[in-house]
């Protein structure tokens, strides 16, 4: 029996735009859809696809790791045997999903699909790029998208890799909207537009939900000859019944969207943009002694205000907690929750509603930096000034 490929759904988005918690409600939403999840981070350790597993249904859901490294790179050994991995159980999954790093393309999954060992066993189904809507309208990713010149810092590099995601996605998700007015979220969806005219759908996801039938199943891009196109399909603001043409069934180049003319981005250019920009660092340091909540998040909120740091995530010991504090950071916006419901919080912890977070069970805190030029050794030693312990 020849079974149809499997549908592969590919999550991209920067830093902190909330993919993991999306996907996280997304798992629970889909049963009693199978789902494989592929994560990848930018980072020794695994943080993300902890908080997935906590998602977990039974063998309904499996989640695999990929740390260190930027996914289906050429050079990446890891992703061809995992997903043939997965293509050889095929009868016990519907759908794959893959996230990518937050400074990753999606383009080189993209384009790796197409491998002769994968082609036959997957297919793209679509792409979606999560975007922090508050940085985007505050304008935090308007500093260009020039990726020739790396002089003007951070900014630059930033703005470029976010307008690549959004150029190379089918749909843009424009999350963290909870507290946004309408005319806001107009003015966002009027940048998408501009940025990435070939974006098919723009949706709204508040408190980082969103329904699963605009998320799996969409059938964007379509087996045809051999390879992946596009097809027909409804587009906003037209009437109902009618469609616009997607482009034909030749193979897929990464971004090809409403007859647009093709670019080739994907796995050269994914290579290019980290080989030529070599200043987003990621490192881990860790304490062994039990911290204070509070002056834990104050002095990641300290550092973050004067060191080039996009991302924070871990977790903490805290004195007289018997589980640990998993932290998110987002630039200055610090974010903490208990790993276990089960135990109240010091009354002092600047901390969100308790929710159960199936972490890893290690002592001690473990956190992970990611920053443009950021500095380890100087990181480390504020940390170890601002909170009175050793960091490593």
């Not at 079974?3 to 049963?31: E, H, S």
């Not at 002089?151 to 999350?175: M, P």
């Not at 069934?249 to 920009?277: I, M, N, Q, W, Y």
């Not at 001690?364 to 940390?383: D, K, P």
Request: glycine share 8%; with cysteine.
């Amino acid at each position: 029996m020849i079974r149809a490929p499997l549908p592969v759904t590919v999550v991209t988005g920067f830093l902190g735009a909330g993919k993991t918690t999306l996907l996280g409600n997304l798992l629970r939403d889909a049963a009693p859809r199978r789902l494989a999840v592929v994560v990848n981070e930018f980072g020794e350790i695994s943080i993300d696809g902890a908080l997935l597993r906590q998602h977990q249904r039974g063998a309904e859901v499996e989640i695999h790791d990929v740390a260190q490294g930027l996914l289906a790179y050429a050079d990446d050994t890891d992703f061809v045997p995992l997903m043939l991995q997965l293509a050889s159980r095929r009868a016990l999954i519907d759908h794959v999903l893959i996230e990518t790093s937050g400074l990753a393309l999606p383009t080189a999954v993209m384009e790796r699909l197409q491998d002769p060992l994968l082609a036959e066993h997957f297919v793209l189904d679509a792409t979606l790029a999560v975007v922090d809507t508050p940085l985007l309208l505050t304008g935090d990713f308007d500093a260009g998208s020039d990726l020739a010149t790396h002089g003007a810092g951070r900014e630059k590099s930033t703005a470029g890799l976010f307008d690549l995601q959004l150029a190379n996605a089918d749909i843009v998700v424009l999350n963290k909207i909870d507290r946004l007015e309408r005319r806001a979220l107009l003015d966002a969806e009027t940048q998408i537009r501009t940025r990435a005219p070939g974006v098919r759908f723009i949706e709204l996801a508040r408190q980082a939900r969103l329904d699963p039938r605009l998320t799996l199943g969409l059938k964007l891009h379509e087996p045809g000859a051999g390879n992946h196109g596009y097809r027909y399909a409804p587009v906003r603001g037209m009437p109902a019944g009618e469609t616009r043409p997607l482009g034909d069934h030749r193979r897929l180049d990464g971004h090809r969207h409403s007859g647009l003319a093709p670019h080739r981005h994907g796995v050269a250019t994914h290579k290019h943009f980290h080989e030529h920009d070599p200043g987003w660092q990621s490192f881990t340091l860790s304490c062994a002694d039990p911290l204070d909540a509070v002056v834990l998040s104050q002095a990641l909120t300290a550092i973050a205000g004067s060191e080039p740091l996009m991302r924070v995530k871990g977790y903490a010991g805290i004195k007289g907690a018997a589980n640990r504090l998993l932290i998110q950071g987002v630039r200055t916006r610090i974010e903490t929750v208990w790993q276990n419901s089960a135990d109240p919080a010091p009354p002092e912890a600047p901390t969100e509603p308790l929710t159960e977070v199936n972490l890893p069970a290690a002592d001690g805190t473990q956190l992970v930096f990611i920053g443009y030029h950021a500095v380890r050794s100087r990181i480390a030693e504020q940390l170890a000034t601002l909170t009175g312990r050793h960091w490593s």
